[in-house]
């Protein structure tokens, strides 16, 4: 069975400082693949990365950077001088790979992130 | 830019009632999934299909829940009868071969 743990429930910042959201998975698939998104008070649930199981560089976009490792099983998500509009509800999601594309995504519980003016 | 679709963005219905929930998804995307999300249980997968075909229905209560996709730009999802703890946010989502899942704004159901 696949498992997504996000510890942290909620985390408040002052504006322009740097956050890190955690993320640590349970799978026995070997292919696998990792997945953040965020949930801003509008509900809708924006994709944000997609990484597999075989990629373990780090990633970074603009202010996000991501840092999978495999080693202990994390894929946790940085926000680099955080804005107001990064708060949001981040999920950190995990599915397997049938070969045949998407298979069904596995949830963590989300991480709350407030942004203080 | 291609989205996901979802009517009604909101329901608000009596117990009893038969409620249809719609999803377009994105064009050439061969997977469609349908999530619920609730404060209690979070965000769960009800069904999902690929090229219109279902692999797995297991979250869905099947007495009440049925979910198809009559064809590869309708999918839908049947409550009925619907219950008070039906009242959730559902989502579809779709994806292609690239494992990237797109989800649409979500219907917010509410079963009074």
């Known amino acids: 069975a696949q498992k997504v743990t996000q510890a942290q429930t909620e985390i408040s910042v002052v504006e322009k400082e740097d956050v890190t959201l955690d993320c640590v998975y349970e799978?026995?698939?070997?292919?696998?693949?990792l997945f953040w998104y965020k949930q801003p008070p509008s509900g809708e649930l924006v994709f944000l990365i997609r990484?597999?199981?075989?990629?373990?560089q780090n990633e970074i976009s603009g202010r996000y950077s991501w840092n999978f490792q495999k080693s202990t099983s994390s894929f946790n998500f940085t926000i680099t001088a955080s804005q107001v509009v990064d708060s949001a509800v981040y999920f950190c999601?995990?599915?397997?790979?049938?070969?045949?594309?998407?298979?069904?995504?596995?949830f963590g519980t989300g991480t709350r992130l407030t942004i203080i003016p | 830019d291609a989205r996901v679709t979802q009517t009604p963005r909101h329901k608000v219905t009596e117990m009893g009632q038969e409620v249809t929930m719609r999803c377009q998804p994105i064009?050439?995307?061969?997977?469609v999934f349908w999530y619920r999300q609730t404060m209690m249980q979070g965000l769960e997968l009800l069904a999902y299909?690929?090229?219109?075909?279902?692999?797995?229905d297991s979250g869905m209560p099947k007495d009440r829940f049925s979910a198809e996709m009559p064809d590869a730009t309708l999918a839908t999802l049947k409550i009925q009868p619907s219950e008070p703890r039906d009242s959730a946010v559902y989502f579809c989502?779709?994806?292609?071969?690239?494992?990237?899942?797109?989800f649409g704004p979500g219907t917010r159901l509410t079963v009074t």
């Open positions: 064009l050439g995307h061969n997977t």
């Open positions: 990484r597999n199981s075989f990629d373990e």
């Open positions: 299909f690929r090229n219109r075909a279902p692999l797995d």
């Open positions: 989502a779709s994806g292609s071969s690239s494992y990237e899942q797109y």
């Open positions: 999601a995990l599915s397997g790979s049938s070969g045949f594309g998407n298979e069904k995504l596995t």
């Open positions: 799978t026995r698939d070997t292919t696998y693949y």
